[in-house]
């Protein structure tokens, strides 16, 4: 079965780093890119960044750059999307996304809640 | 930055009636490749976005065929021919012409 999965939910506090990943699955991971979503509570979603796992080409919305790091590992078919330093604001749930063939995201994860509160 | 706006913002719908909504860009969202890369995305609360509508007006697979998509250039409209209990939720147009990718506000739909 195509599909991506994403790690479960998250609660950090101010300052921490984070990770959380998107596991694909049922198809050539490395020929699609992956975009990462993020969506604020009750907001609509906004598109973070991009990545070509094949080799590892990624581009940023001018909002997340510097902000977060997206990266991929072929070895195990997984990209990642980082912070540094969390803060309150980055509590939102975060979505992979791949699109298909045709360039439409036909493919999302079940998407990651991240809660960051002191 | 491809600025998409949606119209109206909620949209109070009679189940077995026609609802419509407009997606319009800033600029023109045909690619280089001749493409139009502007799609159609629901979610319902909880949910993850689905993928209804591509290049402006291909159904994606299992999507029912009420639900039909037209345009052009900077002009967008979705239509659900009689809505369903199924299609409340919130609608966004999404381009990706033109990275940085982006979304649609949202139109809300839910019934009278």
């Known amino acids: 079965e195509v599909q991506l999965v994403q790690s479960g939910a998250e609660v950090k506090k101010p300052g921490e780093s984070l990770t959380i990943s998107c596991a694909a699955s049922g198809y050539n991971f490395a020929k699609y890119w992956i975009g990462w979503v993020r969506q604020l509570p009750g907001k609509g979603p906004e598109w973070m960044g991009i990545i070509f796992p094949g080799d590892s080409d990624t581009g940023y919305s001018p909002s997340f750059k510097g902000q977060v790091t997206i990266s991929a590992d072929k070895s195990i078919s997984t990209t990642y999307l980082q912070w540094g330093t969390l803060t309150a604001s980055d509590t939102a749930t975060y979505y992979c996304?791949?699109?298909?063939?045709?360039?439409?995201?036909?493919?999302w994860g079940q998407g990651t809640l991240v809660t960051v509160s002191s | 930055e491809i600025v998409l706006t949606q119209t109206p913002l909620f949209s109070p719908v009679t189940l077995g009636r026609p609802a419509s909504i407009s997606c319009r860009s800033n600029q023109s969202l045909v690619h280089s490749d001749g493409n139009t890369y502007l799609s159609w995305l629901h979610q319902r609360p909880g949910q993850p976005p689905r993928l209804l509508i591509y290049?402006?007006?291909k159904r994606f697979s299992g999507v029912p065929d009420r639900f039909s998509g037209s345009g052009a250039g900077t002009h967008f409209t979705l239509k659900i021919s009689r809505v369903e209990g199924e299609d409340v939720g919130i609608y966004y147009c999404?381009?990706?012409?033109?990275?940085?990718?982006?979304f649609g506000p949202g139109t809300k739909v839910h019934i009278k």
């Open positions: 996304a791949r699109p298909s063939d045709e360039d439409a995201f036909d493919l």
């Open positions: 999404t381009q990706a012409t033109l990275f940085p990718f982006t």
């Open positions: 290049n402006i007006s």
